[in-house]
């Protein structure tokens, strides 16, 4: 276990060491994620083949959604795990289904070799893999926070983010390489696979360099009673529903103006399919880099300080930014406007998961961490696109601009009561 945060020499490059290992896991996971996602319109009919195409992508995309909807699972199950068994294993445990998962797509066989077992065995890879990334956030963001160096804290947490975009980016990258490389035909007969193995050998590749890395929670945190139990995180029931407020409507915003955004361009500014995917891969790619940046600003002002510059931020400029991304004509201003937008959200993501650390006691950090985070994702992040739709079809899109800034607004309110320096957990531990 590391156990002086102001070493110096040797101990604060072990510490950086270690930030690279957990960061390395995390963006493997994120790209194993949303492979699924970006490569579902070639593998569709080959698992679900009855219909037109628009009802086999329906079917993966049920598939996906799956995923999504075991990330709270995720979050109790390897918080609980992190807390009783330590960081490590949770980790260790975490990349290893993932890598299971995506090898298991990879060399999973088609409806027309083993009928309705091929769908089956998709969802139940997708139920693992979204098992694995509900638990990796808390974990990782656990671990990150109480590994990270004193008064860095901000800037080397924010590389949970990095690595985060980094691993969307990333999938994004590896399929246009693929679509450069292979026929449209090969790719749905056999390319769209190429992506999962690349995911699994990556994930062994994390699981070994997480494999040295030093335990945070110390035996005494580990064998405390209540130690990674609900009943224990829901004495601190206060604290733990101030983050899920927050989260909300971080997680509704960011979603809005990352995962939506280059539907809303499309859909709703006219913008060609080719040109909003080219502003919203710039404008990410721009995002990643800021991440460190905003994190080492909250290492100089303060994480709650950070937090209510975000709040007052996203509730005052959501519904002009998104009123004027509705409107504007030439992809470089849209792309102004989108980096704006992630900006601002940007003093909430990169600092997401240490705001969260600081705030719980040990013995149940990666579980509040982990759980509130999937929770607010779940509800509020992840029905952030069927919200929008569901308003644009009824002629009431503004409404989701005022839901957005409602939401952001609440996450305002909770901000306020973020610990002030020196009374977090997290910020009195080495």
Not at 48 to 55: C, E, S
Not at 346 to 371: D, H, M, N, W
């Amino acid at each position: 276990m590391i156990t002086d945060a102001r070493a110096p020499g040797a101990d604060r490059t072990r510490r950086i060491l270690a930030i690279v290992g957990a960061s390395s896991g995390n963006l493997v996971e994120w790209f194993d994620f949303y492979v699924y996602s970006f490569c579902s319109i070639y593998f569709a009919a080959s698992f679900f083949p009855k219909g037109d195409a628009t009802t086999q992508l329906l079917n993966t995309a049920g598939v996906f959604a799956a995923g999504f909807l075991m990330r709270p699972i995720g979050g109790w199950l390897f918080g609980r795990i992190a807390d009783k068994h330590g960081r490590r294993r949770a980790m260790l445990t975490s990349i290893l289904m993932m890598c299971g998962g995506s090898l298991v797509i990879a060399c999973l066989p088609t409806y027309a070799t083993i009928g309705a077992a091929a769908p089956f065995l998709l969802l139940l890879a997708r139920l693992f893999q979204g098992l694995s990334v509900g638990g990796e956030y808390g974990t990782s963001a656990t671990y990150m926070s109480e590994v990270a160096v004193r008064g860095e804290r901000g800037f080397l947490a924010s590389f949970q983010y990095v690595t985060l975009i980094g691993g969307q980016l990333l999938a994004v990258l590896v399929l246009v390489i693929l679509q450069a490389s292979l026929s449209d035909a090969d790719l749905r007969a056999w390319g769209w696979r190429i992506p999962f193995a690349i995911g699994a050998a990556a994930a062994v590749i994390s699981l070994i360099m997480r494999r040295s890395l030093a335990e945070t929670a110390s035996t005494e945190v580990r064998q405390r009673k209540d130690a990674g139990t609900l009943a224990g995180l829901f004495r601190h029931k206060a604290v733990f529903f101030t983050v899920l407020g927050y989260t909300a409507g971080g997680s509704l915003i960011f979603y809005t103006f990352t995962t939506y955004m280059q539907k809303y361009l499309v859909n709703t500014n006219g913008m060609p399919p080719k040109v909003a995917s080219l502003v919203m891969t710039g404008a990410l790619f721009v995002y990643m880099v800021m991440q460190p940046l905003f994190g080492a600003l909250s290492d100089r002002i303060g994480r709650r300080n950070s937090m209510l510059a975000f709040g007052v931020l996203a509730t005052l400029g959501t519904v002009p930014l998104l009123t004027a991304l509705r409107d504007i004509r030439s992809p470089w201003a849209a792309f102004g406007l989108v980096v704006v937008a992630l900006a601002i959200v940007s003093l909430y993501t990169s600092i997401s998961g240490l705001i969260k650390a600081e705030v719980f006691p040990p013995e149940v950090r990666a579980l509040g961490v982990g759980l509130s985070y999937a929770l607010a994702n779940a509800i509020f992040g992840g029905s952030a696109e069927y919200v929008a739709l569901a308003l644009k079809s009824g002629g009431n899109e503004q409404s989701f601009y005022w839901y957005v800034t409602a939401l952001t607004a609440v996450g305002l309110f909770f901000s306020w009561h973020i610990p002030k320096p020196g009374q977090g957990y997290l910020e009195n531990e080495p």
